[in-house]
């Protein structure tokens, strides 16, 4: 992949990409999968309607995406591996 101020072009494809904050706060700090979750349950409803709203064909989660799993009907046995990632593709 290019650097973008080698190809200015590549931000056309961050036109079409959403970040979402689960603790909807900025990242000053490290976070602990303790906080995630509970900054999760606190903003769900946020969160999914954001999901929604955005309508995405990919969610990459990180280290947060196991807080999404019951709500987006995802199981942990559907998690394919590829090198260091886990995805899971469904069809809603």
């Given at each position: 992949?290019?650097?973008i101020?080698?190809?200015?072009?590549?931000?056309?494809?961050?036109?079409?990409?959403?970040?979402?904050?689960?603790?909807?706060?900025?990242?000053?700090?490290?976070?602990?999968?303790?906080?995630?979750s509970?900054?999760y349950?606190?903003?769900?409803?946020?969160?999914?309607?954001?999901?929604?709203?955005?309508?995405?064909?990919?969610?990459?989660?990180?280290?947060?995406?196991?807080?999404?799993?019951?709500?987006?009907?995802?199981?942990?046995?559907?998690?394919?591996?590829?090198?260091?990632?886990?995805?899971?593709?469904?069809?809603?």
């Amino acid at each position: 992949m290019d650097y973008i101020i080698e190809n200015p072009d590549m931000l056309e494809a961050f036109k079409s990409v959403a970040y979402i904050n689960v603790k909807k706060l900025p990242g000053l700090t490290k976070s602990n999968h303790y906080n995630i979750s509970i900054a999760y349950n606190k903003y769900k409803n946020i969160l999914l309607k954001q999901i929604k709203y955005y309508n995405p064909d990919i969610i990459i989660g990180g280290s947060t995406l196991h807080n999404f799993f019951p709500d987006l009907n995802i199981k942990k046995c559907e998690l394919v591996r590829f090198d260091n990632f886990k995805y899971a593709i469904k069809f809603i």
